[in-house]
């Protein structure tokens, strides 16, 4: 089955840090932009950050840009997501998602790929 598995989401203090896994099963993500989307409680889905496929390029949504970084390890087949300085609201579960040679012209979900099942992030005292 081809489809991201990702991991490392738990609970932590605001201002804590964690770092999110997007391994890639039963392909190769090197020729995908991937993405990390999130969904909070009684919210849509929302993009977060994206790197493109071959040049690396990053972009995030303004909310967490200088907080999260987003990177690639092509050879270990998975993406990462450091977050931190951390939230309540950063709240939410977190999906990774693909697009075929793509260098991250958006967040339309209909376009993105191999959804995973998500991992909960919950930012609480």
């Known amino acids: 089955q081809l489809q991201f598995v990702e991991s490392g989401g738990g609970l932590v203090q605001p201002g804590g840090s964690l770092r999110l896994s997007c391994a890639a099963s039963?392909?190769?993500?090197?020729?995908?932009?991937i993405a990390w989307f999130r969904q909070a409680p009684g919210k849509e889905r929302e993009g977060v950050a994206c790197?493109?496929?071959?040049?690396?390029?990053?972009s995030y949504v303004g909310s967490v840009k200088g907080r999260f970084t987003i990177s690639r390890d092509n050879a270990k087949n998975t993406v990462y997501l450091q977050m931190n300085r951390l939230k309540p609201e950063d709240t939410a579960i977190y999906s990774c998602?693909?697009?075929?040679?793509?260098?991250?012209?958006?967040?339309?979900?209909?376009?993105?790929?191999?959804w995973g099942q998500g991992t909960l992030v919950n930012v609480s005292e």
């Open positions: 998602a693909g697009r075929l040679f793509d260098y991250c012209s958006a967040y339309r979900e209909s376009e993105y790929e191999h």
């Open positions: 039963g392909f190769t993500l090197d020729r995908y932009a």
């Open positions: 790197i493109s496929y071959r040049d690396g390029t990053t």
